[in-house]
């Protein structure tokens, strides 16, 4: 049971580059999301997902894209990357309903250069 | 969205008890009250959560106020490995069950 797996772990971008952050869960959970971390501060919600086919934006969707065509799977698009999305991004799953654990995976150190 | 408010900061001495407050005045009935640390360089850990009634497990204590605006989660014996960030956060059914992060609580241990 690998729990919330992301890839890669580091990765440096040039401005204008695309890129895919992996994150696969092998929990059968339904409930996913992107979080971003900027130095200092708490986690921002970028986007989440209550079940395959299903997407939703969070607070800073701007400038990313998700989908989720498998329960496990909810890759995170990097679309033209800016200096600003320089972060550490976190991916998340948890089972239905309000009242349970959130799995977090180590994180993805993205630096855009 | 509902928020809640923490210190900044906390200090604590090693092996002495701790108590992390966190008000949420705007708390609806189904919101969940969650607790979460995140160590340096790592991935936010589940500490504990509740809904009405104190909870205890291995890890901490959690105490909701009776009105259920405020909550504390209790560290009996602070270590040296409990400093982290403690993030207190509602997660309710008309977000979507997201969890929103506020800035949390930097709880530093000195030996």
């Known amino acids: 049971n690998a729990g919330v797996t992301q890839t890669p772990k580091f990765q440096v971008l040039k401005t204008g580059q695309s890129m895919t952050l992996q994150c696969a869960q092998d929990m059968n959970h339904e409930y996913m999301s992107w979080y971003r971390q900027d130095p200092g501060m708490g986690l921002r919600l970028i986007h989440y997902s209550v079940g395959a086919g299903i997407t939703d934006q969070g607070e800073v969707p701007n400038g990313y894209n998700v989908s989720r065509s498998t329960t496990e799977d909810f890759p995170l698009r990097l679309l033209s990357a800016a200096p600003s999305q320089t972060s550490v991004y976190f991916c998340?799953?948890?089972?239905?309903?309000?009242?349970?654990?959130?799995?977090f995976g180590e994180g993805s150190w993205l630096t855009v250069v | 969205d509902a928020k809640t408010t923490q210190p900044n900061s906390m200090e604590s001495n090693e092996e002495e008890p701790v108590h992390l407050p966190c008000n949420h005045s705007?708390?609806?009935?189904?919101?969940?009250i969650h607790w979460y640390r995140q160590l340096p360089s790592q991935g936010p850990e589940y500490v504990i959560h509740?809904?009405?009634s104190n909870v205890n497990n291995r890890m901490a204590s959690l105490a909701i106020a009776e009105d259920r605006k405020s909550s504390t989660l209790i560290l009996h014996r602070a270590t040296l490995r409990d400093a982290a960030v403690y993030y207190c956060?509602?997660?309710?059914?008309?977000?979507?069950?997201?969890?929103?992060f506020g800035q949390g609580t930097e709880l530093s241990v000195k030996p």
């Open positions: 956060i509602l997660r309710g059914y008309n977000q979507g069950g997201k969890l929103i």
């Open positions: 509740g809904l009405t």
């Open positions: 705007t708390i609806s009935g189904t919101d969940y």
């Open positions: 998340a799953s948890s089972p239905p309903g309000t009242g349970n654990t959130i799995y």
